[in-house]
Each structure stands twice: as C-alpha cells, then as structure tokens.
C-alpha cells in the first residue's frame, strides 16, 4: 500500500484501520476473535495501518492479535503502524510518561508508531503536550500529534513548543467538512490531517449525494470508494471503521484509479461543514 | 450505585455461606433478612422507575429536548444551528425559533455559570459565525448576588443541569457527585417524593399558553410581586437601592467578568454573540424608573465594553408591551414569543 512520509520523515500507511467498533455488547473472546480475524485479513491484504485509543477499550484486544500476528510470522512488528490516544480521563491525571507505558503494556510493543492527544482538553492539553514532546524525544513513540484540534489549538501549541508540532493532527474531515482554514494552517505547517469518519458514516445524505454517485458511476466504484480515493490523492488519511471483510476491501481497493482534478473540486464543493461528532460534547469546552 | 449494589450482594452472600456452616438458626435468620433486603431494594429501584415517569419528575426536565447530548447526537443528526440563545426564565419564554435553525437553551432559572457551561458543551451544534444571544435582563447586572443566598442555588437548582451537562461537569459544581446519584435515583435521596406516584401534578404547558390569563388588577399585583420577590432575592429595602448600594459592585463587576468570558469564548471559536434584552409588559416596566433602567441595564452593557459586540434592544420596547401578549407581567405567552421573536430574526437578518 501507499505510503506518505511525516514530517519527520517517518513513513505511514495512506490508509488507517479505526478500531472503534461498538461491539462491547458481545463477549471478550468474541471480539477478541473478530477483531484477530478482521485485523489479520487487512494484513494479508496490505492494509497495515491501525488506530485505537485508551477510550475505546480495546488496546489489550489489539495487543493480543497484534502480538499474536506478529508471533505466527504473518508480519513483522517494524510493518505494521499503530497509532493510539490519550483520553481526556487520562489527560487530567497529568502523567503521560505513566500512560505511554500503560499503553505499551497494553499492546504489547516496544513503541508506538503514532500517539495523540485524544481532545485538546481544555487546561490540560497544554501541559500534556509539553510531556509528549519529551517521550516522543525519548523514542518511545516515533511520531506524535493531536485529534479534533483546530487553528486556535495549533497556535497556541506553537507557542509553547514552537520546534515541534504535531506531526499528525486527526479530525472529523470528509467532503461534506473541509475545514479550510485548517487545512490550510496544516499545509503552511507541514502537519498531516488523517480523517475520522472519513465517509461521513455513510448518512443517509451522504449515500444519496448526487455528486458522489454520478462520479461512483462514471469510475465504476462505490460512493465510499470515490471519498476514499478523494482523500488518499489530496494526502489526507483516511480511516474507516469495520470488521467486515467486504467493507475493508471496498475501502482499501482505490489504488487503481484516479479522480481527475474538475472531480475532485467538485467533491471538495460539497463541503458544508458538517460535523458528525459535535466535538464540544467530547470535550467540553472545547 | 449498581456495581455497589453487587459488591453489598456478594459480600452478603459469602458471609451467609459461612453463617450456614457456622449456625443453623443464625442462617436462616440472616437469609430472612438478606432476602427482605433484596426485595425491598428491588422494590425501591422499581418504585424509583416509577416516580420518574410522573409529571412531577418530568416537569423539572421539559427542556431537555432541545439539548442532543452524547447519548443521542447519533439519532438526531441535527448540526450547523444558526442561533442559539442563552438566558433564564425571560428568555425560556422570549424566545421561539421557527423558520430558521434555532435552539433555546434556556431551561429555567439560569445563572451566567451555568449558560456558560451549557455554551461549552453544546456549542459544537452552532455553524461557523453562528449567532450566540446573551439576554441581559433587568438584574443580570447584579445575580452574582444570589450566590450568597442560602437556597436559592442548591441542589433543586443544579439537578437541572446535571440533566444535560457532561458529567465531568456536573462534578465541579456545588455537591456535583451526589447530584449525578440524585438523578439517577432521586426517591432514594427524597423518599417522600414516592406521593407522586399516587397524586401527581398536571404536566407543565406554561409554554403552550397563547394568551392573558390574567386580570389587569392580576397583572398589576403579579408586577408587583416581582418587584417585592427582587427586593428580597438582592436585600434591598426599595428599588432605589439597586441603583445605589455599594454592596452590589463586586458582584456587578463578577458579572461584567463571566459575561465577557462568554463573549470571548465565542470569538475565539468564530461565534457571534449578541447582547440581547427581551421586552416585559407595561405593568411591569413602568415599576423601573429612568435612573434604574440606565445603570442596571445601559450603563452595565457599556461596562462589558466588549468591542464589535452587537446590542439589541427591546426590554421596555412599546411594540412589545401590550399585556395581551404575556401571561402575567413578566413572559412572553406564546402569541407574545412569536411574534417578539419574529421581529428579532428579522433584525438580525435570519428571516425576510
């Protein structure tokens, strides 16, 4: 699969697996093996890119498959790159040296491809910013960076650790919210957006756009691979969310077709800022 | 309280198992009870159900519609408001958005701090540049005040709240651990409250009330009664004291201080606030004279002295204060809402 290289020269898959999938319902050992088997499919088919959090309860699931994986010789750890959060639960303890360990412990890894601020937390993420700088200087984490910031958050990181930014900033972005001016900012600053919900969840309005159907019709693809497509060909890195191995297949299976450039701004004009995650109920005051 | 709930049932249950090898009659006496226990709790947790589905419950709560929390942001994909207002009982009953996309989250008696909160958990809701009303009323100036007033904010005040608000938030206010519980549970904090479930109030429709219900000779008393309610609320003797007594300038300038928090937190995330007065009756404005009108109203709003903040008007707005469109002297009825309402969506551009 194609790669795009942080600004610190680490190298990350175009695409990203999330693993936030609402199944806590179901028993440990059924998701566990779900998740094995959904994981272990994406490998096989070139997909080596995943994204889990404290939040999401599932680091201890992943480090089993992953260790797992990795034992059976299916992949090489150095192949695979994860990326992993600090909830804000987390963050008002303060101590992310302690939450950095937990979470390797947690994976069963020597190091974390990519670690976020989960929220910039207001009163907190400041502070703890400083202490990820000082782990990621550490080499316990190759990259480091932070989900659902915004402009005024860049800023103000730019104040305190004007040498280094985040590599990484996660938010919602698909073609119906663009954030310009955040893309913008992250553009001049060299920080990569990677794109949660990333299809839009697939709303209803999203599977009856017009736009997005008459291009699925016209490069014969489907609507989520057409938004795909868009994001991997502007750098942005997309994730998407599934254990089913239909869906990780019509979401890594855009590399054999281009989006000519009048259909991608027609896509980019579909923007009309909307949020499916509202961030402040996350995270409030954000 | 449930995970509590199994530890008390397991601890029980093992110091059974040992009563049974240890004595018989000590057993069964302590399976009796542990039994009478469970069932009571049982029962307690049934009949706390129960008292939830009454009125009087509900009644409490009728806001929270217009309040898409954590929980159902996924169902209702409601997003990209235009306005929003903040505000308490004036602007609960003031304000009515049809026509444009609006929200009232106003939910009642509301002090500065908690619209401040509701904005910080909410506002995602808002568009970019989407409109944030600030109502200033005639004692916003002052309501710090009331803060030092024994039971007028306590828990029956913060339980509204902690209905809406992210629970993190709910623990930094006054006994916010226990008001979480108290949601949850409240018969269990307020047995009593169990005489609901055999007389219940009727259901609150204060909010559907179209027209006057009053008497001018009502309405008058009703002005009145503000008046008097105000005086006491703040330790006043006589309405000229709000305009004069040193003792509210603390908490004056502890307003003026929340206020431009509010204005700047909207700004910094492009939001745009406007200050914002909602009319009153003629019964009730002629109670506040000129001098009274200047310094809690006009002199408080030039004191935010917040740049490019708009100020919209209408407290003692003539078009707007004929008693046929309040019900008393101090809300907006429904009829009085819409077409206050109205007016201000056209001002601001929101409706032709």
Redesign the interface.
């Known amino acids: 699969m194609q790669k795009v290289v942080l600004r610190n020269g680490v190298e990350m898959p175009s695409i990203i697996m999330g693993t936030s999938v609402d199944d806590r319902k179901g028993s440990r050992k059924k998701l566990i093996g779900k998740m094995s088997e959904a994981v272990s499919f994406a490998v096989q088919n070139g997909l080596v890119g995943f994204d889990t959090s404290r939040d999401y309860s599932n680091e201890d699931v992943l480090g089993k498959v992953f260790s797992s994986l990795i034992r059976s010789g299916s992949i090489k750890r150095e192949d695979i790159f994860i990326t992993t959060k600090v909830g ?1 639960g987390q963050q008002r303890e303060k101590n992310m040296l302690k939450q950095i360990d937990m979470s390797l412990k947690a994976l069963k890894l020597d190091y974390i491809d990519l670690w976020l601020l989960h929220w910039p937390l207001p009163d907190y993420y400041i502070d703890n910013w400083k202490q990820l700088c000082e782990i990621y200087k550490s080499g316990k984490v190759r990259a480091i960076g932070i989900a659902n910031a915004r402009e ?1 958050h860049i800023k103000e990181i730019k104040k305190i650790t004007p040498d280094l930014l985040p590599h990484v900033v996660q938010i919602e972005y698909h073609p119906f919210r663009t954030v310009p001016a955040m893309r913008e900012l992250c553009t001049e600053k060299n920080i990569r957006i990677e794109a949660y919900s990333a299809n839009c969840v697939m ?1 209803p309005f999203v599977k009856e756009n017009d736009v997005l159907n008459i291009l699925a019709e016209k490069y014969g693809k489907t609507v989520t691979q057409i938004m795909m497509r868009w994001h991997v060909q502007q750098g942005t890195i997309p994730i998407f969310s599934s254990l089913n191995q239909k869906h990780i297949l019509e979401n890594i299976n855009i590399f054999d077709f281009n989006i000519d450039d009048d259909d991608m701004k027609l896509i980019f004009a579909l923007n ?11 995270c ?3 | 309280m449930k995970r509590k709930l199994k530890i008390i049932g397991l601890f029980c249950l093992a110091v059974d198992i040992v009563l049974f090898f240890v004595s018989k009659i000590l057993f069964i006496i302590a399976t009796v009870l542990i039994l009478l226990a469970a069932i009571g709790g049982e029962a307690l947790l049934v009949l706390n159900a129960l008292y939830k589905r009454t009125n009087h419950w509900k009644n409490q709560f009728l806001f929270e519609k217009n309040f898409i929390s954590g929980r159902g942001y996924r169902d209702n994909l409601t997003r990209n408001l235009d306005i929003v207002n903040l505000g308490s009982n004036p602007a609960k009953y003031g304000l009515f958005y049809e026509n444009v996309r609006g929200q009232n989250w106003a939910t009642g008696s509301q002090g500065l701090e908690m619209d401040f909160e509701i904005l910080k958990y909410f506002h995602s809701y808002l568009k970019e540049g989407g409109i944030v009303l600030i109502p200033i009323m005639p004692f916003t100036a002052i309501s710090q005040y009331i803060k030092t007033k024994k039971g007028y904010w306590d828990d029956s005040y913060y339980i509204r709240f902690a209905k809406i608000l992210d629970p993190s938030q709910t623990r930094q206010l006054p006994n916010g651990s226990k008001l979480l519980r108290k949601v949850k549970y409240p018969l269990i904090f307020d047995p009593l409250l169990i005489r609901y479930l055999f007389a219940d109030v009727p259901t609150d429709n204060s909010l559907e009330i179209t027209e006057q219900t009053m008497s001018a000779v009502e309405i008058e008393h009703d002005a009145d009664r503000w008046i008097e309610g105000w005086k006491k609320e703040f330790d006043a003797a006589a309405v000229i004291d709000f305009v004069i007594d040193g003792k509210y300038i603390p908490y004056r300038e502890e307003s003026v201080s929340v206020l431009r928090q509010i204005v700047e937190y909207c700004k910094e995330r492009n939001l745009k606030p406007i200050l914002l007065t909602i009319p009153m009756s003629e019964y009730l404005a002629k109670k506040f004279n000129a001098d009274f009108r200047q310094k809690m109203v006009y002199d408080f709003v030039e004191e935010l002295n917040i740049d490019g903040v708009m100020f919209l008007d209408y407290m003692f707005d003539s078009r707007f204060d004929n008693p046929s469109l309040y019900n008393g002297s101090f809300f907006l009825n429904l009829k009085g809402r819409k077409l206050f309402s109205s007016q201000l969506m056209k001002d601001l551009g929101l409706l032709i």
């Open positions: 804000n005024r709303l009309r800022d909307y949020k499916f995650h509202p961030e402040s109920l996350n409030p005051g954000y």
